[in-house]
Nanobody
């Protein structure tokens, strides 16, 4: 089982990025996939999650700016991030689990390595 997150980088405040999470070795069509992030000196926090049928939820801090989506044919989940703020700077991780649209880390069994997003002011 492998999750690979990529697409991070350096962007100015107000800009956009799209992160991708490519999955292999999972029953992708039934797994729930989530994005979490960890800023320097802070605990990891929930960002967004999507289930197998496309149901999704977003953290209040990113609602209206970030959108999670998935392409089951490509075994890939995306996180489109618009109107980025310096406080969005973090390592972004994708995770997979069989629970519902969970916002808790320990409900996810598999984790990718993370991709760094840096937003400059």
């Amino acid at each position: 089982v492998q999750l690979q997150a990529f697409g991070g980088g350096l962007v100015q405040a107000g800009g956009s990025l799209r992160l991708s999470c490519a999955a292999s070795g999972l029953s992708f069509s039934v797994d729930n996939i989530a994005w979490f992030r960890q800023a320097p000196g802070k605990e990891r926090e929930f960002v967004a999650a999507i289930n197998w049928s496309g149901g999704r939820t977003h953290a209040d801090s990113v609602k209206g700016r970030f959108t999670i989506s998935r392409d089951n044919a490509k075994n890939t989940v995306y996180l489109k991030m618009n109107s980025l703020k310096p406080e969005d700077t973090a390592i972004y991780y994708c995770a997979a689990g069989l629970g519902g649209l969970e916002r808790v880390e320990n409900m996810y069994d598999y984790w990718g390595q993370g991709t760094l997003v840096t937003v400059s002011s």
